[in-house]
């Protein structure tokens, strides 16, 4: 018969401070642990709910994002031509030419530069990204100097508010409305008409072309005719899967810093819950010794003892994961690293963080706990009695 699960319980209990000293050893380790998750989770998140799955994004070959791209007018037409593309409920076609233009701007509080996207747009842009609604303040006019702001840009960024100013490209740009594009990179983007901005940086050309498809399916089409196109130099994507793309360096380097970080501090919890783990072993010989006389066997020792270490992990988890959570409520910005511009997100929990997360609270208190569990175990019998 096994040693009850409330013996491991009671243990722990018994010895309030040294629980609580071990647990919050492994906490801090695990808040650190999902921290970095929901960082890295949060930046991805924010960049594919920017794209929609229906809507194509068409950049220059060998481009990795708009900023780095360049199609002419004449290539714009014949994209805009295509068949699949849908139509609103006008009879338009949902397409737009849109050029991606980086400005300096000082921040509010920090009286620091940075750069910002500014996204020249046509009528038919807001239809194309269905996240986008009017905050506070009207839509810009066409062919005029206003412009409207994302709710990130707005709040962090001098001059940005609504009815306030911006002066860049040798012109006055008056903020006319803000818009609110949720957990999305558009909320970190400045919005105006294409070809006011596209005359007042001397540029020619639209960095991309965006358009919505009748039909999802119909994307392998689409795609092989346009790169197929020999007037075309073009790469055809997904517009979620060219952001997830973008997404994907920045996450994928704070993953890597954070395990790492992670990895150095949980060798400190592991010990920690090791050298406690043998005080409990050295302080308890004599009821090992009375355990084992009641008939328990070794391996009922064993699993009682890793038990208790595995507990340990389990309530630090509890207790780095209630604090992690509540980072859900931060904003935070950072430089896009493949567009060079700010870009606010937040932190996220998913519940595949807190599976790993438990996984790995998990993981330290069975490997604090198992040489301790092995030395429980193999104690003589004769001698544990005898200090009895």
């Keep these: 018969m096994p040693i009850p699960i409330s013996y491991s319980y009671r243990n722990l209990l018994a010895r309030r401070l040294t629980t609580a000293l071990t647990a919050g050893g492994m906490a801090l380790v695990i808040f650190v642990f999902a921290a970095v998750l929901m960082l890295a989770e949060g930046l991805r998140r924010t960049l594919v709910a920017t794209g929609s799955y229906d809507n194509v994004v068409v950049l220059r070959a060998g481009s990795e994002t708009e900023v780095q791209s360049s199609i002419d007018r004449t290539q714009a ?21 849109e050029a991606i233009i980086l400005v300096n701007l000082t921040k509010r509080e920090a009286k620091t530069p940075a750069n910002v996207i500014i996204r020249g747009v046509q009528a038919t842009s807001l239809p194309l990204r269905r996240e986008v609604k009017l905050a506070a303040g009207r839509f810009p006019r066409p062919g005029s100097t206003e412009i409207m702001a994302g709710v990130q840009i707005a709040r962090r960024f001098q001059g940005a508010g609504l009815g306030e100013s911006l002066r860049f490209a040798m012109r006055t740009w008056q903020v006319v409305g803000i818009f609110d594009a949720g957990n999305t990179g558009f909320s970190s983007e400045i919005w105006g008409d294409v070809e006011q901005l596209l005359q007042a940086f001397r540029r020619t050309v639209y960095s991309s072309v965006v358009f919505r498809l009748q039909d999802p399916g119909a994307f392998l089409t689409v795609k092989s005719r346009l790169e197929g196109d020999p007037r075309l130099p073009v790469q055809v994507l997904r517009e979620v899967d060219m952001y997830e793309a973008q997404s994907r360096r920045l996450a994928t380097f704070i993953r890597l810093l954070g395990l790492v970080l992670t990895g150095i501090f949980s060798v400190g919890a592991i010990l920690g819950a090791m050298v406690t783990m043998y005080a409990q072993v050295g302080a308890r010989v004599a009821e090992i010794g009375t355990m084992r006389a009641l008939g328990f066997q070794r391996h009922h020792i ?19 994961l209630l604090p992690a959570s509540l980072l859900n409520f931060i904003t935070l910005s950072t430089i896009n690293w493949s567009s060079f511009a700010e870009l606010s997100f937040k932190f996220t929990l998913t519940p595949g963080i807190m599976i790993k997360s438990l996984i790995f609270g998990l993981g330290m208190g069975l490997l604090g706990g198992l040489l301790p569990a092995l030395k429980a175990a193999r104690l003589p019998l004769l001698e544990a009695l005898r200090t009895a």
Excluded: H, T, Y
């Design 302 to 320: 064993l699993l009682a003892f890793l038990l208790e270490s595995v507990l340990l992990g389990f309530l630090g988890w509890i207790l780095g």
């Design 77 to 97: 037409g014949i994209i805009g031509a295509q068949p699949e593309i849908a139509l609103d409920m006008e009879g338009r076609k949902m397409v737009a030419d």
